[in-house]
């Protein structure tokens, strides 16, 4: 598994995320598109992206009813995205029905990750809100076997997680680490974090990385020290 970094482009337009993508001079970074950027551009921003010759990972997080996530992933397929996503909440049925959808003519189809429960939720919410009682790092152990044994390529994770993931579902079942601060940086509104670093020698497979590099005064240097850290 190639470790790579993915740049969270969470912007509220095409302008903002070209002016950003711009910086990066000769250097094709992959690149996260999230609920935001999506919904105020929609698929044209994908398409633009992708011509650009950037690796693109859609993070859209379905969460339906079966036949409808289906035919929805079905839609997605057709643009040609590396990975995306969907809640492990959803349940094995929803999942199988993902990958059918997902799955191109020729067989080929992008790369499909669940999440298990957001880093959002803790255990307090997660019993009081959800009626889940057991504790989180079981039912996030839980829903990323679903998500194996649905046939699904891996999960999003807290870093602090991804070792167990490996564990229980194996080293080829890919994990995608946000929450990931440099060692001299701000933490944010991000709780567990973790340098590129650190998550490197746990086993990350990818990091997803937002404001570090965004937010940076040169955020091509930023972007360059997370592949300095995490893949060499
Ligand atoms: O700016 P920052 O590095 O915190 O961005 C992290 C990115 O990862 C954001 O796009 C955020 O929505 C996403 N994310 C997260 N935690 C999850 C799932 C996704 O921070 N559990």
New binding site residues.
Partial sequence: MGKDVII?C?FDSAEKTFAFLDKFTGKKPFV?I?MELYYAEGPSIVKEIKKRGHKIFL?L?LHDIPNTVKKSMAVLSRLDVDMTNLHAAGTKRMMEAAIEGLTRPDGTRPMLIA?TQ???TDQESMENDLLIHEPIDKVVMHYAHNAMESGLDGV???PLEAGKVHDTCGKSFVTVT????FADGDI???KRVMTPAEAKKIGSDYI????????AADPVAAYERCVAEFCE
């Fill in positions: 969270a969470d996260k999230g993070d997080k999440v957001l880093t959002s999003v994770c807290s946000p929450g990931v601060r944010g509104d991000q997803v990385v937002g404001r570090p590099i965004t937010a």
